[in-house]
């Protein structure tokens, strides 16, 4: 079984950097892809970024690209989000997803989630 856990979480000022992370102390051979996913008040929940365990390739929503970067540790159980140039907009509940298949895009791709941990981007 997958146990997914964020940290990281906080208030940051817009134009800021923060690092969320997502360690699974589950079963690892469960899982072959990790991402991020957030929602907004009043919104439906998007894909941010994934990540493939194995091979480590990444891939970004439209709105993140070249300002958010997801990266893995050597023992493949943690997953980070390193968040640069932080907007008002990026404001939202981030949860971090885990699949067992090998690509996330969509929500119905995720079969385990984390809690979720609050970012606030303060203009």
């Known amino acids: 079984q997958v146990q997914l856990r964020e940290s990281g979480g906080g208030l940051v000022q817009a134009g800021g950097s923060r690092r969320l992370s997502c360690a699974d102390s589950g079963r690892t051979s469960d899982r072959n892809s990790m991402g991020w996913f957030r929602q907004a008040p009043g919104k439906e929940r998007e894909f941010v970024a994934a990540i493939r365990m194995s091979s480590g390739r990444t891939s970004y929503a439209d709105s993140v690209k070249g300002r958010f970067t997801i990266s893995r540790d050597i023992g493949r159980t943690t997953v980070y989000l390193q968040m640069n140039s932080l907007k008002p907009e990026d404001t939202a509940v981030y949860y971090c997803?885990?699949?067992?298949?090998?690509?996330?895009?969509?929500?119905?791709?995720?079969?385990?989630w984390g809690q979720g941990t609050q970012v606030t981007a303060s203009s």
């Open positions: 997803a885990a699949s067992r298949g090998f690509n996330i895009a969509t929500w119905s791709d995720v079969d385990y």
